[in-house]
Every structure is written in C-alpha cells, then in structure tokens.
C-alpha cells in the first residue's frame, strides 16, 4: 500500500511540476532602428522620420509572441522639405491640430498576438496615440537580426480631424488622406 501511496504521490508531484514549466521568452532589445512616415494629401504627399525611443520583441523559441515600442513624437521631422516650409510643417505636425506633442510625448504599440507564415508575421497589438487606444493588425517580416514592418493607420481613429474631407467638404485641393504610412525598420 505504502508502496502504491508513494507512486499516486510521486506521479502527482511529476504532473504539477510539469505543469508550471514554460518555455523561455527571449527579450530582443533594439539596438537601432528607423521609422519613416509619409501623409498625403490631394496635390502631393510629405515625408520624414521619428524616432524610436526604446522598445524589444519577445520571443519563444523561433516564434514571435510580444512586444512593446515607444515613439517620442517630439522627434518628428519633414525629409521632403527645407528652410520656412519645412519648419512650419514639422510645427503644425507638432501641435494640437495633429500629434500635440507637448501633452503626448510619446505613443507606444504593445504587440499582442502574432501568427507566423514563414518569416512574416500578420502582427495584432493595440497602438496608443495622443492618450487613445486602438487595435492595429499589420504585417512583419522578421530576420535572424531585425524585422521590418509597414503600419496604415487611420489618424481619425486618434482624434487627428485637422484637414480631413470626412469632416468638411471645403478643403478641395488642401485635404489631406485620413491614413497615413510607417515603413519601420528593426535592428537586434
């Protein structure tokens, strides 16, 4: 009996260790990185960079299963622009008609899931811009050292109204798209 005692034990302790065990998640901080943006509006479109501020993937085993990025949004700049024009337009992308940097220095993307199709992920998280949080899915191509991810986001989402033709119909040539473009490109 004592004998059956000890193996029920023995069998029990051997499935509740078993239990609590996890696979290792493997932290990749990013060591450089570079996000470009572009908007665009009925007679053109602009471009340029921000800056990310920190941010890691998560990894377990070779697949993708978190992750966080913070943005200063301070760092906005135009690359498709010089001298007044250039300094106005990173201005106006500054204040409170789009970004309003001075009350939301940051925005951040928490990833939440992803489901892997070779070296590409279709990525889900929850992207945070000027204090509002909306769900994001996205495609990102993951290497042995980097990722590479383009994001469409809708700025109506963010409370970004400012020169949108869903709103006004008197813009004519100055409306500006609703979406505008991220090519993000990652370095572990």
Do not use: C, Q
Request: negative net charge.
């Amino acid at each position: 009996m004592k004998t059956i005692m000890k193996s029920i034990l023995a069998i029990t302790l051997l499935f509740t260790a078993s239990s609590f065990t996890t696979s290792a998640i493997d932290k990749k901080v990013v060591k450089e990185s570079s996000i470009t943006w572009k908007g665009k509006k009925i007679m053109g479109s602009h471009t340029g960079t921000i800056t990310l501020k920190e941010g890691f993937i998560e990894m377990e085993g070779d697949e993708l299963v978190g992750g966080i990025f913070i943005v200063d949004m301070t760092t906005i700049t135009d690359t498709d622009m010089e001298g007044e024009g250039k300094a106005k337009l990173e201005r106006h992308l500054k204040s409170s008609d789009f970004f309003a940097v001075d009350y939301y220095p940051t925005a951040d993307l928490i990833i939440t899931s992803a489901v892997k199709n070779g070296n590409l992920y279709v990525t889900t998280g929850e992207l945070t811009i000027k204090g509002i949080t909306k769900p994001i899915t996205f495609d990102l191509e993951m290497g042995a050292t980097g990722a590479r991810a383009s994001l469409k986001i809708d700025r109506i989402k963010y409370d970004i109204h400012y020169g949108s033709g869903s709103f006004t119909d008197k813009l004519a040539d100055n409306t500006i798209s609703n979406y505008f473009e991220l090519d993000v490109m990652l370095t572990f």
